[in-house]
């Protein structure tokens, strides 16, 4: 082992690592997502909060923290996200103190955050591993809303015209990952997972001076 390693061992000691993945809604993120968690047991995932009413079957606690505005608000005067938007004319935002206690355990998280959200993620942990899900084309994508049947036209419409502006920001990411089969996407994704943990920790945080 040379001196470089040890030092870049020490540095990164009890820091787990950050995934943060990202996807125009409807390109499969969710689905995609759970079957990461379920093939890595010990994977983190970061609930989320949110000022979105919740979908039928989604619980509290599990799929989002469903919390009012005015709460939401208040957390950004106390600075507790470590990072929050407004997507879809929702907010939504990531405890930044979750987020700073899980690594300290040493735990790898996985986050399903939205393209202004990764940046901001980007900026504070600039090891944060980024990853975009891509859907084979515009038709999939909007084939998928439909079919997935929880939105409404008019939401679909919004979310169909979010989707062409995110698709522009890929190139933020570090690795885009085409949604096409279900199941090789999902391979693709557990093998990028497998291989980046397989190496030493890369979710630290920047130091300050
Ligand atoms: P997101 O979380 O990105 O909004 P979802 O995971 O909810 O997207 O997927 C949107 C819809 O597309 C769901 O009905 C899901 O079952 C379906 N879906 C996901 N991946 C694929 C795929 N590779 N091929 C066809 N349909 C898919
Ligand atoms: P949905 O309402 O379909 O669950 O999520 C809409 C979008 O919000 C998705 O792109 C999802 O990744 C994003 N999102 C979910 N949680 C967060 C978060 O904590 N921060 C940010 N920036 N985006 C989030």
């Not at 996807?23 to 949110?50: E, N």
């Not at 996985?110 to 990853?131: C, E, K, N, S, Y």
Request: hydrophobic share 40%; glycine share 8%.
């Amino acid at each position: 082992m040379t001196d470089g390693d040890s030092e870049h061992r020490a540095a990164t000691s009890g820091a787990g690592r950050l995934f943060v993945v990202s996807a125009p809604s409807g390109a499969g993120k969710t689905t995609l997502c759970s079957a990461v968690r379920r093939h890595f047991g010990d994977l983190a995932y970061s609930v989320s909060y949110t000022t979105r009413t919740p979908r039928p079957g989604e619980q509290h606690g599990k799929d989002y923290f469903f919390i009012t505005r005015q709460a939401f608000e208040a957390g950004i005067a106390q600075n507790r996200w470590a990072e929050w938007a407004r997507v879809h004319g929702n907010l939504y935002g990531t405890s930044a103190q979750w987020i700073d206690e899980t690594l300290a355990t040493g735990k790898d998280i996985l986050l399903d955050i939205d393209v202004q959200g990764a940046r901001q993620m980007l900026a504070r942990f600039p090891h944060a591993i980024t990853i975009f899900i891509c859907p084979p084309s515009m038709a999939a994508l909007e084939a998928r809303l439909a079919g997935r049947g929880t939105d409404d036209a008019a939401t679909r419409a919004l979310r169909l015209a979010n989707a062409k502006e995110e698709m522009a920001q890929q190139d933020l990411y570090r690795h885009v990952v085409v949604n096409d089969d279900l199941e090789r996407a999902t391979r693709e994704l557990i093998d990028l997972l497998t291989h980046y943990r397989a190496m030493p920790g890369t979710g630290r945080p920047r130091i300050s001076p």
